[in-house]
């Protein structure tokens, strides 16, 4: 995935301390600490997920006693807040814990991740950062500030966020960063907008927030502001080439053009849209206007070839035209535009001597044909899972090798996750509603 996307066949990866040193054909140290012997496999840069909520794990497969909802509204009413309201912070680090193991099994080696619930604020943040620590993995976290009932919570998630950043500053080298997280454009004030952007201007951090998710979006903005989402975040002044806007489904040509001179990027979540019922991203336009795009889960499936498998399909379909994305287009979304967006190409999303040691180790042998360097790309597009990822590594660092986890003690985590998960569903249990 480097500039020329070249790919090379049985060549050789040199890695010292956390960075690649070498890449290419060559022979190698003469003492090498270790060798890993990948011939006959793909090495790829890690998949880097854009946006993700971790806790969303905890959410699968909830029994809720509830009506079908039939909007994003409802969805997020009935159940997302009561999940997020009942979590406490034992339950962000759980949960935390269960992606990671996930991420790690299928090849994801970066995330972008935003924790929400009221009731869990302080310091939610360092237990998650905890769980990623102990994973091994990268990230960047934040807390999802939003005024859904107050004013004050708003506040206090944008405060746990700015406690977050300066601790985050004193940690030059840490895998863990700090992201200014705003929930969405519907639940937010413009006095809230304003504050993130004087924290992210601050601490010089990424700004993320749901955008133009639903069709709540634009209703909401135009009612109340008289202008679209989008039109109403550049307004605010939230728009720059530090801001990731998740999903922008419902965009039109112009709020596409502001998000290409304001350089804000998008996380595509596919996979979550699909859930949902909410629509179709204009992906395609916005590649063709040279928006920066990255694939995101939405805290729905973590398996990121599921979710960059989606990404290659669901536009063929919406736009009834095969040739709307490219495989490689897909691919870049997952990984090196991955990077752009939190502003990493230079250190993340391929692998390139200088950059960080984030890869993964691809098993081919259940492909059904044959792997050459000219079908690579497909054979990861739409013939790779994530169960064929055998190796990860991150910062030079083994944390998968030979499908065995070695950072985290997987059947500790699954009970961890379950136990939660079973008090969340009680405690929701006892809602009447
Ligand atoms: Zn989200």
């Known amino acids: ?22 890449v290419g054909k060559f022979r190698g140290d003469k003492n090498p600490e270790k060798v890993i012997d990948a011939s006959g496999k793909i090495v790829m840069p890690g998949l880097i ?17 509830i009506g079908p909802p039939t909007d994003l509204m409802q969805i997020l009413q009935r159940v997302w807040w009561p999940i997020d309201e009942a979590m406490v912070q034992s339950d962000a680090y759980a949960s935390a814990l269960i992606a990671c193991l996930e991420f790690i099994k299928t090849g994801t080696t970066c995330f972008a991740d935003t924790y929400s619930g009221s009731n869990s604020i302080g310091r939610s943040l360092d237990r998650i950062s905890s769980a990623i620590g102990e994973s091994g993995l990268r990230a960047f976290i934040g807390f999802e500030a939003t005024e859904r009932h107050t004013r ?59 955008a133009s998710e639903g069709q709540v979006d634009p209703q909401h903005n135009l009612q109340k502001y008289g202008k679209r989402a989008v039109e109403r975040l550049h307004d605010v002044g939230i728009l720059s080439s530090n801001t990731v806007l998740a999903h922008c489904v419902h965009v039109n040509e112009d709020e596409l053009s502001i998000m290409k001179k304001t350089e804000a990027k998008v996380a595509h979540n596919p996979m979550s ?81 200088g950059k960080l040691a984030d890869l993964i180790i691809i ?26 990822v055998e ?15 070695i950072t985290l003690d997987e059947e500790e985590v699954v009970k961890m996750s379950k136990k939660s998960a079973e008090k969340i569903w009680k405690k929701l249990g006892a809602i009447k509603r």
């Open 49 to 65: 997920c854009s946006h993700t909520h971790s806790y969303g794990m905890l959410l699968r497969a909830t029994p809720l006693k």
């Open 152 to 210: 004050a919570e708003g506040a206090r998630g944008m405060q746990e966020n700015v406690r977050f950043l300066k601790r985050t500053l004193k940690k030059k080298r840490s895998r863990v960063r700090g992201l200014v997280s705003i929930h969405a454009s519907f639940t937010v004030s413009d006095e809230l907008l304003r504050h993130a952007r004087r924290v992210s201007r601050r601490f010089n951090a990424p700004i993320t927030i749901h």
């Open 391 to 405: 190796t990860v590594i991150v910062d030079g660092r083994l944390l998968m090798r030979e499908k065995r986890v």
């Open 273 to 353: 849209n699909m859930l949902n019922g909410v629509g179709v991203a204009p992906v395609p336009k916005m590649l063709e206007k040279e928006i920066s795009v990255g694939l995101g889960n939405d805290g729905y499936i973590f398996d990121g070839f599921e979710n960059l498998r989606s990404a290659y399909l669901i536009h063929k379909a919406n736009a009834r035209d095969p040739r709307v994305i490219t495989p490689y287009q897909a691919l870049e979304m997952a990984t090196i535009n991955g990077a752009k967006l939190y502003g990493l190409e230079d250190k993340l999303g391929s692998i390139e001597t």
């Open 363 to 388: 098993n081919p042998d259940s492909l059904p044909t044959p792997l050459r360097r000219k079908n690579v790309v497909e054979h990861i597009v739409n013939s790779v899972r994530g169960c064929d």
């Open 1 to 22: 995935m480097d500039g020329n996307r070249k790919i090379i066949e049985k060549g050789s990866i040199e890695i010292e301390d956390k960075k690649i040193k070498r």
